[in-house]
């Protein structure tokens, strides 16, 4: 199959593009490295033709809310119309467990349009909704940061390797259109403070973990459901204690 993906530079897509190539098929690694751009549409047309499938991992520059609502209502408006103009018959796109839960936030009110956009394509999809990724615990740990303080609340949490997340999403987009949504989290439960302590841990980072109810994650506020995925998750197998062990030693 020719399968584009975009924000095939990315985390995921790096590691996407690498496990779709090794299963043999063709794969545009779209993003403004490579010279095409879902916000001004540069390169977009040549890149869909004759592709089956479109799989969206690209993300906002910005988290605030005005540039990453643009970013993913001009990014969606812009591939939706490429894909039609196209012919592709499958658009999957990465979202976050628990989006319509967290709207306070500005960034999860714009992953809620990306995917609105989406369902009214009348394009057939498949919205993958993930947890939190392993690799994203330190950025939990910065914005949470107060001097050597880091304040959170200990909302229940599933968080997924990237690896898991690349793996399950190739399997998803060689598959046919759910035209629905899958969540998808890692192996085990843990809560958002004791994971942080435990990448502290074992980062040998001096901060302290305060527990605190009432902090709030992106400014927003969570509970146990809130992040947490729905019934009948696809679940990666990496233990959150054997990726920080594995990746402390390769430095
Ligand atoms: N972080 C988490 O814990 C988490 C959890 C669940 C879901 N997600 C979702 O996962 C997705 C991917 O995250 P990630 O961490 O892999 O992202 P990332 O590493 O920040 O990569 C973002 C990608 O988007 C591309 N990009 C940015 N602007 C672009 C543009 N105008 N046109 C085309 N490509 C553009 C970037 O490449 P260039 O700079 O070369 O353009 C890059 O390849 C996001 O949609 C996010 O919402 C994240």
Redesign the pocket.
């Known amino acids: 199959m020719k399968i584009v993906v975009?924000?095939?530079?990315?985390?995921?897509?790096?590691k996407l593009v690498h496990n779709l190539r090794q299963r043999g098929h063709e794969v545009v690694a779209?993003?403004?490295?490579?010279g095409?751009?879902?916000?001004?549409g540069e390169g977009l047309a040549e890149a869909m033709t004759g592709a089956q499938v479109l799989v969206?991992?690209?993300?906002?520059?910005s988290f605030e809310d005005k540039p990453v609502m643009e970013?993913f209502e001009t990014?969606g408006r812009n591939l939706l119309a490429a894909e039609t103009a196209a012919g592709v018959a499958h658009h999957v796109?990465?979202?976050?467990?628990g989006t319509d839960r967290l709207l306070a936030s500005g960034?999860f009110r714009a992953?809620m349009a990306q995917e609105n956009l989406i369902k009214a394509s009348g394009i057939p999809f498949t919205i993958v909704?993930?947890?939190?990724?392993f690799?994203?615990v330190g950025?939990i740990a910065q914005s949470a940061t107060e001097g050597e303080t880091v304040r959170l609340p200990p909302a229940m949490m599933q968080?997924i390797v990237?690896d898991d997340?690349a793996s399950i999403l190739a399997d998803i987009a060689v598959g046919p259109p759910l035209n629905g949504t899958v969540d998808i989290a890692g192996p085990e439960p843990i809560r958002m403070d004791e994971l942080v302590r435990r990448y502290l841990a074992a980062t040998h980072d001096s901060r302290e973990v305060t527990t605190d109810a009432g902090a709030r994650y992106y400014g927003t506020e969570v509970k146990d459901q809130s992040l947490t995925p729905g019934d009948i998750p696809r679940l990666g197998p990496t233990r959150f204690e054997d990726w920080l062990s594995g990746s402390i030693t390769q430095g």
Do not use: C, H
Request: hydrophobic share 40%; aromatic share 8%.
């Open positions: 975009v924000g095939g530079s990315g985390l995921i897509g790096t779209a993003s403004r490295a490579s095409i751009n879902a916000m001004t969206d991992v690209s993300n906002s520059p970013f990014t796109a990465l979202s976050v467990v960034y992953k909704r993930a947890t939190q990724f690799e994203f950025a968080p990237s997340v």
